[in-house]
């Protein structure tokens, strides 16, 4: 069975989502630590947030990769 980056992010996966008027959102998985999920969004910034975060906000998106 495949890893969903969506339920186990690791390093190097991408996620997008895009919103009704067409407004791409993607995320970048830089770093994971136990439940902290590190990426870098749309504005070039590194963010870090729960792995619950990472998981409701992933629930709408796709794999980029």
Same mark, same amino acid.
């Given at each position: 069975?495949?890893?969903?980056?969506?339920?186990?992010?690791?390093?190097?996966? &991408? !996620?997008? @989502?895009?919103?009704?008027?067409?407004?791409?959102?993607?995320?970048?998985?830089?770093?994971?630590? $136990?439940?902290?999920?590190?990426?870098?969004?749309?504005?070039? &910034? !590194?963010? @870090?947030?729960?792995?619950?975060?990472?998981?409701?906000?992933?629930?709408?998106?796709?794999?980029? $990769?």
């Amino acid at each position: 069975m495949a890893r969903d980056p969506k339920l186990d992010p690791r390093p190097g996966d &991408k !996620l997008f @989502t895009t919103t009704a008027s067409g407004k791409r959102t993607e995320r970048h998985v830089v770093k994971r630590v $136990n439940n902290d999920i590190t990426y870098r969004g749309d504005n070039g &910034k !590194l963010k @870090t947030c729960w792995i619950t975060t990472w998981m409701d906000w992933a629930r709408e998106a796709e794999t980029a $990769n």
